[in-house]
């Protein structure tokens, strides 16, 4: 095979799990050769919420990445209206503000990051890969020593390495469209629930260039619901959002997440199924999955690394979610939930962090949730 089609690390798949882990893996060896692979060409939009938590912004950040050019042309979004299935609503403006960045202008701004950081992107769509004794040969073109799949939902990687299938009940669908910002408020991020279809709700969170992406999302029970009915339901919880044009994707939620890592073939982001089964959330697993298998594809064991790693700094909140993801199949829990954050801003804090970020449960949101559940108001803050 010719010299310039052997790699140190393929990456199937250039969005934001795919262009972190490039990244992160010229991070620890800038001589390393990273080759991302991606069947678009850029820019090219992503359904997608659109939604930049700030904790997504620090990984990019460590790695080299100025987010300030990379949320360019939005505007930070200050505060979140969460309104629960029985109506009960919690708003209050987030301890660090997130980003609504269009993945058509976000996946773009990250892949020419990683190209400027010395990855080669090519426009090609795999279909194979093959163990041999030295790595992993890909489509019978490209010889790499580790393969990342970082390739979505529908990741050919995680098919063709033998990884599980999601589990039934772990997969959720949504529909998301554009329009213009009004007639909601520009800095506030709105998720309203609904006890019909539940776990369901629909979202509007503001670019900050007068337009907002709206959509609506759902779990999928025994086969995926149709697009009248998405579509029907998004415009039930938001009566006032116009007519839009909608495009739908699958939501491979965390409980189904396959095995990451199998010798030199990883899996990150929606490939490897880690999205937050509450919030729909993804891009925070996607660059911290991707930078954790870039840094340890440099490594004499990627796939033990790289579980290691993702143990360390996700295990314990996805073991949370996970739990949570079944607790809340009773719509009275998120109810309570979302009458302690109205009442208490540190449980409000932490309910952010749980859905945005690598937040766990603690005793206190539990005792906030009792408080609220027995009518009490909230503690005092501590002098």
């Not at 708003?91 to 609504?100: N, Y």
């Not at 189904?256 to 490897?272: N, T, Y």
Request: aromatic letters at 4%.
């Amino acid at each position: 095979m010719a010299a310039r089609d052997r790699w140190d690390l393929v990456v199937v798949g250039a969005g934001p799990a795919g262009s972190t882990a490039a990244l992160a893996a010229l991070r620890a060896d800038p001589d390393a050769r990273v080759l991302l692979l991606d069947a678009a060409e850029f820019p090219r939009d992503k359904v997608c919420g659109d939604g930049v938590a700030p904790h997504a912004l620090d990984v990019l950040g460590g790695l080299g990445v100025d987010v300030g050019a990379l949320t360019a042309g939005t505007a930070p979004v200050l505060g979140l209206r969460l309104t629960a299935p029985s109506g009960v609503t919690a708003a209050r403006g987030f301890a660090r503000p997130t980003s609504v960045v269009p993945r058509a202008l976000l996946d773009a701004r990250l892949v020419a990051a990683a190209q400027e950081a010395g990855a080669r992107l090519r426009r090609h769509r795999v279909r194979s890969l093959v163990a041999v004794a030295d790595g992993v040969e890909v489509d019978g073109r490209f010889h790499a020593r580790t393969v990342i799949g970082a390739d979505g939902a529908e990741s050919v990687v995680r098919r063709r390495s033998g990884a599980r299938t999601a589990r039934p009940g772990t997969t959720a669908i949504a529909l998301r469209g554009y329009t213009s910002a009004d007639p909601w408020p520009e800095q506030e991020q709105r998720l309203v629930m609904a006890t019909a279809h539940w776990p369901a709700y629909a979202w509007v969170f503001p670019v900050g260039d007068g337009t907002a992406n709206v959509g609506y999302g759902e779990l999928i029970r025994t086969g995926p619901p149709t697009r009248a009915h998405l579509t029907e339901c998004l415009h039930a919880l938001l009566p006032g959002c116009p007519p839009l044009a909608l495009r739908g994707h699958r939501l491979p939620l965390s409980p189904g997440r396959p095995g990451v890592g199998r010798g030199r073939v990883l899996l990150a982001g929606d490939a490897a199924s880690l999205i937050n089964p509450l919030t729909g959330e993804g891009i925070y697993y996607a660059v911290l999955s991707g930078a954790l298998a870039g840094a340890a594809a440099t490594t004499a064991d990627p796939a033990g690394h790289y579980r290691l790693s993702l143990r360390r700094l996700l295990g314990r909140h996805l073991r949370h979610t996970d739990a949570l993801a079944l607790l809340t199949r009773a719509p009275a829990l998120v109810d309570l939930a979302t009458a302690a954050a109205r009442d208490d801003r540190h449980a409000f804090d932490e309910l952010v962090e749980i859905g945005l970020g690598a937040g766990t449960i603690s005793p206190g949101l539990v005792m906030a949730m009792l408080r609220a559940a027995a009518g009490r108001p909230p503690r005092s803050p501590r002098r």
